[in-house]
């Protein structure tokens, strides 16, 4: 069992909203309060043919940047890649606002076989540039964290297709279902800045 006392949480209620205004789940505001987001996952890198694992605390990733957030696995062969090269080309329609005032954060659904080379490659192989953070955690972070976001399927290969759009500060973010066009992600990227 993991201990969370001794890290800090984000502590402000991050209730998730879509196009059609979807709220966050009605049974986590009601167990816990209000939907609390783990924050202790990994940025994975490769320095030097050795495999490192960095602590990269959530907030810490966010920052006060605008995020695009999306959850997948690099053996995934129908969603993922997809989402992923739609994140690309939205990457380059961001410009200079990436890794400044926006940032993509990735969070694998598969930590154990998505290895920091594994991870280092499929940013490799999407174009990953500044500002997209490929991170794993734990698989109960992972969970709490798919559940903050109203985006929990205990089988990965059948996870929800969402870019979910905000800041940590919000109450609300945007969810962008399914295969949204690069022009609509950065639309709603810019509306949030």
């Known amino acids: ?20 205004i979807f709220p ?3 049974l986590l505001a009601a167990r816990s309060g209000a939907a609390r987001l783990p924050v202790r996952l990994f940025e994975m890198t490769v320095t030097e043919a050795r495999t490192r694992r ?5 907030r810490d990733a966010m920052g006060n940047k ?3 957030l999306n959850f997948m696995f690099t ?3 129908s969603v993922c890649p997809m989402q992923s090269l739609l994140l690309s080309r939205t990457q380059k329609l961001m410009g200079a606002k990436m890794g400044r005032e926006v940032a993509f954060l990735s969070i694998s659904l598969s930590p154990i076989s998505d290895t920091p080379q594994k991870l280092t490659d499929y940013a490799k192989a ?23 976001f109203d985006a929990f399927e205990p089988n990965r290969n059948d ?6 759009v905000g800041r940590a500060s919000a109450k609300k973010w945007t969810r962008l279902y399914g295969m949204p066009r690069p022009e609509r992600i950065a639309s709603e990227l810019n509306a949030w800045l």
């Not at 960095?54 to 959530?58: A, C, D, E, Q, S």
């Not at 999407?126 to 903050?148: S, Y």
Request: glycine share 12%; net charge positive; hydrophobic share 45%.
């Open 159 to 164: 996870h929800p297709p969402v870019i979910l």
């Open 1 to 20: 069992m993991i201990d969370y006392s001794r890290r800090s949480m984000i502590t402000g209620s991050l209730a998730v909203a879509g196009a059609g």
């Open 66 to 68: 605008v995020v695009a």
């Open 24 to 26: 966050a789940s009605p």
């Open 54 to 58: 960095r602590m990269k605390l959530l």
């Open 75 to 77: 053996g995934c062969s």
């Open 126 to 148: 999407h174009a990953a540039g500044p500002g997209w953070l490929f991170l794993a955690g734990d698989f109960v972070e992972t969970n709490r964290l798919q559940k903050g």
